[in-house]
């Protein structure tokens, strides 16, 4: 790994949901906390989805995947 790598690990996905309106619930709460955030849409190309697959992750830094996993799961942080 290099340096630059090290500077920028890759993101974790934290929680994983069947719309994009209960990820960006989630996103709101970690936000509160001043934990950024991305949502990432895996839609399988435009395949029709199907109720509770969990296509849409939430991501967030690797320092921070403990503490979001916590004040998602209502856990302290």
């Given at each position: 790994?290099?340096?630059?790598q090290?500077?920028?690990?890759?993101?974790?996905?934290?929680?994983?949901?069947g719309?994009?309106?209960?990820?960006?619930?989630?996103?709101?709460?970690?936000?509160?906390?001043?934990?950024?955030?991305?949502?990432?849409?895996?839609?399988?190309?435009?395949v029709?989805?199907?109720?509770?697959?969990?296509?849409?992750?939430?991501?967030?830094?690797?320092?921070?995947?403990?503490?979001a996993?916590?004040?998602?799961?209502?856990?302290e942080?």
């Amino acid at each position: 790994m290099t340096s630059e790598q090290d500077a920028h690990p890759e993101p974790v996905t934290v929680a994983s949901f069947g719309s994009v309106g209960e990820a960006e619930v989630a996103q709101a709460k970690l936000r509160a906390y001043g934990i950024e955030s991305a949502i990432v849409d895996n839609d399988g190309g435009g395949v029709i989805p199907v109720d509770g697959d969990g296509q849409i992750e939430l991501e967030v830094r690797a320092a921070d995947s403990a503490s979001a996993s916590d004040i998602l799961h209502d856990t302290e942080p």
